[in-house]
């Protein structure tokens, strides 16, 4: 079945340590998005590409980075993480020209020690 | 830039009640309006709204827009335990942007036995 998978599901990690969190879909979609959603408020989009187009909103912190290899995977990097940046990170992918109907991934939940 | 209000924010019924949950936005470029259903996991879509009246059903679940007066409602007839989650609205953008989903805060609905 097409879906989008994000690995891993649960991610612990320490304050100030790296970490990478990974996207892959096997929709062949255009565009992949990653959100950030913390405790009891709604998703909040960190940046998306749109082929190999980076877009970044203007309120993300530099501390988040992300790469996209080829059309299949992107990543998430989060450089020296904050107990603040514990959330749960959505990906999600689009059609290019039905943004309207994006496809999430179960969600990579993380926590900062 | 686009707004999206949702209300109330959270809710506690017993099962066998039907709960309205409601939706305004303020967007420019109206496109569609879409409902989802999170649970402790990834949004699941529900509807995608582009018209106004024209009542769009799921089982027990119903959704319409009203362009005119910008909102849109979510009914659930006969709830359920399985019911309780967190109930998202969105508005995308408009196309050609590959940009974010504008989401409401949530409603938190809790279905009790």
């Known amino acids: 079945d097409a879906m989008v998978i994000q690995n891993p599901r649960y991610q612990v990690t320490q304050f100030g340590k790296p970490v990478t969190l990974s996207c892959s879909q096997t929709l062949n979609h255009n565009v992949m998005y990653w959100y950030q959603q913390k405790s009891s408020q709604a998703p909040k989009l960190l940046f998306h590409y749109y082929d190999k187009d980076f877009n970044n909103e203007a309120d993300t912190p530099d501390n988040f980075q992300s790469r996209r290899p080829n059309t299949s995977f992107c990543f998430l990097d989060i450089r020296s993480p904050g107990l603040g940046d514990a959330a749960m990170y959505l990906c999600?992918?689009?059609?290019?020209?039905?943004?309207?109907?994006?496809?999430f991934g179960p969600g990579t939940r993380l926590t900062v020690l | 830039e686009d707004k999206v209000v949702q209300s109330p924010l959270s809710l506690v019924v017993h099962e066998g009640d039907t709960v309205t949950l409601n939706c305004s936005y303020e967007?420019?470029?109206?496109?569609?309006l879409l409902w989802y259903k999170q649970e402790k996991k990834a949004p699941t879509f529900l509807f995608m709204l582009t018209s106004s009246g024209i009542e769009k059903k799921s089982g027990r679940l119903s959704s319409i827009l009203d362009k005119k007066e910008l909102f849109s409602i979510l009914n659930i007839t006969a709830t359920q335990t399985g019911d309780s989650a967190v109930y998202l609205c969105?508005?995308?953008?408009?196309?050609?942007?590959?940009?974010?989903?504008?989401f409401g805060e949530g409603t938190q609905l809790t279905v009790n036995p």
């Open positions: 969105a508005v995308p953008p408009h196309p050609p942007s590959g940009s974010r989903l504008t």
């Open positions: 967007v420019t470029n109206f496109r569609s």
């Open positions: 999600a992918t689009s059609k290019a020209e039905r943004t309207d109907t994006q496809y």
